[in-house]
């Protein structure tokens, strides 16, 4: 992971500060190792990027608040989503996956919002094409009612371009092979760097896990 000046995140993620200060105040970002509010140290990393373009891919099908929730709560399955498209040459894709009814209310930070869209569980996996559509149709459980499909690969290499137009190198993997135990590592490390500044989030049920 590389470290990035403010100016050189706005560029990056191809964000204004004032419109980046506004989705932090409405709580509608988040960041490497499920940071929400503000930034560790008064740095970003170039995760960080990457963590925004996911909420703004996610956003048109489950509104921005929600995209960063999720992102915020499954900030495993992202990154190792990020590692794995960084890895192989198929496609990777993340996937928020939903199951059971639709909810009519939805508590997001303390507050109840209606009108979301969002079902009874909600799951972040990831994986290639095929192995997203491995589903046991014999298991009810495992097969979505709506999935949202984001795809990482794609959105790297865009992240990579605009790099390259304001001068910065993200030739390298973002992240360590998945499996290596530096990946667990280094991920340990950047959530302890920032850990106080990390606070839980609440659905009316627990949200699925993946396996």
Same mark, same amino acid.
Request: proline residues 5%; contains cysteine; hydrophobic residues 45%.
């Given at each position: 992971?590389?470290?990035?000046? $403010? ?21 509608? =970002? ?10 560790? !140290? ?25 995209? =960063? ?20 040459? *198929?496609?990777?894709?993340?996937? =928020? ?9 939805? *508590?997001?930070? !303390?507050?109840?919002?209606? !009108?979301?869209?969002?079902?009874? =569980? ?59 135990? $530096? ?29």
């Amino acid at each position: 992971m590389r470290t990035l000046s $403010s100016d050189e995140f706005f560029a990056l993620a191809e964000v204004k500060p004032t419109t980046f200060r506004a989705a932090i105040s409405r709580r509608e =970002a988040v960041f490497m190792a499920g940071l929400d509010r503000m930034l560790a !140290g008064g740095t970003f990393l170039d995760l960080d990027a990457v963590a925004w373009k996911l909420t703004d891919e996610l956003a048109p099908a489950l509104t921005r608040k929600v995209a =960063a929730v999720l992102l915020k709560g499954f900030n495993d399955q992202w990154c190792a989503a990020v590692s794995k498209a960084d890895q192989i040459a *198929e496609p990777t894709f993340l996937v =928020a996956l939903e199951r059971g009814q639709v909810l009519e209310e939805v *508590e997001l930070y !303390g507050q109840s919002r209606k !009108g979301l869209g969002l079902r009874e =569980a909600v799951n972040i996996s990831y994986g290639t094409m095929r192995e997203l559509g491995e589903f046991d149709h014999n298991k009810a459980t495992t097969i979505p009612d709506r999935m949202t499909l984001i795809n990482v690969t794609s959105l790297l290499a865009r992240v990579r371009d605009r790099a390259k137009v304001i001068g910065i190198d993200l030739s390298a993997p973002f992240l360590p092979p998945l499996g290596d135990p $530096s990946f667990e590592q280094m991920l340990a490390e950047v959530k302890t760097f920032r850990e106080n500044l990390v606070t839980r989030v609440r659905f009316p049920r627990q949200a699925e896990r993946p396996e």
